[in-house]
């Protein structure tokens, strides 16, 4: 462990980022959601409180200490989770997609490379000057009567350069994914593969395109279309029809609020005082 935390390197500032994230989706009751996230970084630590509505979670990475906690705001227990065995599942995902692409038995990959557009503009976002790229992922998708349609997953996303203190959300999203193997799990597969994968989906490839991009995605919207729907379909209230007949069918803005490169203190890294570790039960 020791060695893999000095191939990674660790973040090497603080940084604090709260954002709005405001979801809307087809078919769930209620369709809208929104959530307030605060995120701080402090060399290989990291707080993620995440609200919506009235009740919170904390998230708290420890990559020096190789265990993540979680655990509610004023509540007395807390969650480890030893980042050991995120690793290990990691890895023998990552063996079982090489070893179906070896004996032939990987599933073939049908989807489409993501598509890469640079918006050739850029926005200024809490002083940080943001180069606007768009990713889009196109797929196929049959109804339940057999109809096939298309899809189009698209991400509009604004990036702070490394050089800026988003920078340090993006290296530390770096070396977490080294310290769980997860950078190793997201390449290791085709794309059908990935998507099929337990857990994981069609979003987890546009994830890995984003994650190859430099900078970090300081505001982005996502949108989910699908093309083919007849156009008298009834899909109630709050369906948007685009102009080339495509319907979006969930969508999710994230918006940065306040940003901050100010020492964070050490305690807020700390599970809270007095708290015990929830009990487990014993294999």
């Not at 180069?131 to 196109?138: A, D, F, M, R």
């Not at 059908?192 to 994830?207: H, N, P």
């Not at 969930?250 to 570790?277: C, H, I, M, N, Y």
Request: aromatic share 6%; net charge positive; proline share 6%.
């Amino acid at each position: 462990m020791i060695a893999l935390l000095a191939s990674a390197g660790a973040a090497s500032g603080d940084v604090s980022l709260r954002v709005r994230e405001s979801s809307w989706s087809l078919g769930k009751t209620p369709p809208q959601s929104e959530s307030i996230v605060e995120t701080a970084v402090r060399n290989a630590m990291r707080r993620v409180e995440t609200h919506t509505g009235k009740s919170g979670a904390i998230q708290v990475d420890r990559i020096d200490r190789d265990t993540s906690f979680y655990f509610r705001p004023g509540d007395s227990l807390y969650l480890p989770l030893a980042l050991a065995q995120v690793r290990a599942t990691n890895r023998k995902g990552t063996r079982a997609f090489a070893d179906a692409q070896a004996n032939g038995t990987a599933p073939r990959d049908t989807l489409a490379p993501v598509r890469m557009i640079d918006l050739g503009r850029s926005r200024t976002i809490l002083g940080t000057v943001c180069k606007g790229q768009v990713l889009e992922l196109v797929f196929s998708y049959r109804d339940s009567t057999g109809t096939e349609l298309t899809g189009v997953l698209s991400d509009t996303v604004w990036l702070a350069p490394a050089s800026s203190a988003p920078g340090d959300l993006k290296r530390f999203e770096r070396d977490f994914a080294r310290a769980t193997a997860s950078d190793s799990f997201l390449s290791a597969a085709n794309a059908v593969q990935l998507a099929q994968a337990r857990g994981q989906g069609l979003v987890s490839v546009l994830q890995r395109a984003l994650r190859a991009l430099p900078g970090y995605p300081l505001e982005s919207t996502f949108v989910n279309l699908l093309h083919g729907l007849p156009r008298g379909l009834n899909l109630g209230d709050g369906v948007e029809r685009r102009a080339d007949g495509s319907v979006v069918i969930q969508r999710t803005v994230r918006e940065a609020l306040s940003l901050s490169d100010a020492p964070v203190a050490p305690d807020r890294f700390e599970v809270p005082k007095g708290a015990k570790p929830v009990a487990t039960k014993r294999p």
